[in-house]
């Protein structure tokens, strides 16, 4: 159907209706979305706890709730997922108790995952008690505004922000800047409240951060002895597209980035797919437009743009497993594997606990669902590898479990086809224990072809599907490889197609062994 000028979906008057919206064909999403912003219900939410979720609409249960964090299972019906906002993947150890406090309310059915963009989704949570949850990580700075859906999700940036040896520039006070201009500091944004889908931003602190898989990408650069970003957009993984960003040529100076980030969101949101939801990501509206039709657009919204002098990602990413020196004299770092990103209750406090006693009293939390613990001095190195906590998160994981990393599966997410999280977690002990390969291979399972587990960009990639079995329809993968970053990132091509969940495994070893140097190991 039409949206027509001062008209709503159902032809009452409507003079709020967004101007993007007006004379757009929209699909039923985008007519629940255009009745009412999902930032509307924030003003219900205490009456939402009160009457309880088996007594609300149905639109504002499974749509509306989402632009406040809180996602309606239907595998685990009055179970709840809570997905934070974590600009940069920063996290003191107020919040990460904060956190664990939360899990810790819904005992067996609690738990917590690290997610691909530096961030913290919360698992078993109660509708009766979002209002309660909300206010105490506000009181630790945490928010849970706009971070699904038809949103600008989390703003990622350099784990090693601020004690990077290699930085070019620290990008928390820009991820944090971004967050803030988006999310209306964590008020809720009307601006960026309907867009045609998800939209992610990212901001590079190093030639080794590769984030050319976001929509807009800041990357630095010096220019006439100024340092500022050059700019790249476009980037996606999805069910109908994978494509890594390209280069707008253009550069803006530190002060610019929200500015360029609105001109770029805004002809996405006011051109964009509204019927044929597929379509409707940034990267088809930008290829239909073509790069420079584009940035001409750019420039009539941002004004004249100056060319960027070269930024460029051209530095493979480095593993943070281990202790590594910081920038700062006498200080290190520790990255710790956490398997497949999960995280208990107990673990929070630990965590919160050890960062407060040897180290910073915080944690960085990164892309491939692991953490960083900052601020430990030389003199205590000894005893923070003595620590038992490190039997459970260690230093040195094995090549295959280092690069492991799982979206959610089928566990809570209806939309995946497989259980990633469990099948990851024994491909990798069990391929580690039986092979030696030369380096770490990053392996990616993602349940579904929405590649939140970020198949594609994966030098081994597993996005779930169903296949024919012995007994009908089982749990099966189609496998791709060459994902790469750095220097020449490409995107992985199909290898395999309908491998049998039961298989893949073995299925692994052979490509593993082919393709990736692995041996058996001797007994």
Known sequence: MVATPNSSIDGTDNAALPVWLEGKTLNKIEQNKANKDGLAVGAELETFARLGWENIDETDLQLRLKWYGMFWRPKTPGLFMLRLRVPNGVLNSEQLRCIGGVVARYGTNG????????????????????????????????????????NPRNVTGNPLAGIDP????????????????????????????????????????????????NDIVFHPVERDGVMGFGVWVGGVLSSQINAYAYPLNAWVKPDEICRMTGAVITLWRDNGERNKRPKGRFRFYLDELGVDAFRAKVEERFGPLTPDPGSVFDATPRSHYGIHPQKQDGLHYAGLHVPVGRLKAEDFQDLADLAERLGAAEVRLTEDQNLILTGITTANLEAFQAEPLLQRFVLDPGHIAAGTVSCTGSTYCSFALTNTKDQALTAAAQLDQELDLPEEIKLHW???????????????????TKTKGAEGMVEGYNITIGGSQGADPQIGTLERKNVLATEVQQVLKEILMDKFGAKPKVS
């Open 111 to 150: 738990s917590a995952d690290i997610t691909t963009r530096q961030n913290i989704q919360l698992r078993g949570v109660l509708l009766e008690d979002l209002p309660d949850i909300r206010s105490r990580l506000s009181n630790v700075g945490l928010a849970t505004i706009q971070s699904g859906f038809d």
């Open 166 to 213: 290699q930085e070019i520039v620290d990008t928390r006070p820009f991820t944090e800047e971004l967050q803030n201009y988006l999310t209306n500091n964590a008020e809720g944004n009307p601006e960026f409240s309907n867009l045609p889908r998800k939209w992610n931003t990212a901001v590079a602190g190093s030639k080794d951060n590769f984030l050319l898989h």
């Open 446 to 464: 993602t349940g579904c072809p929405n590649s939140c587990g970020q198949a594609y960009m994966g030098a081994i990639g597993l996005t779930g």
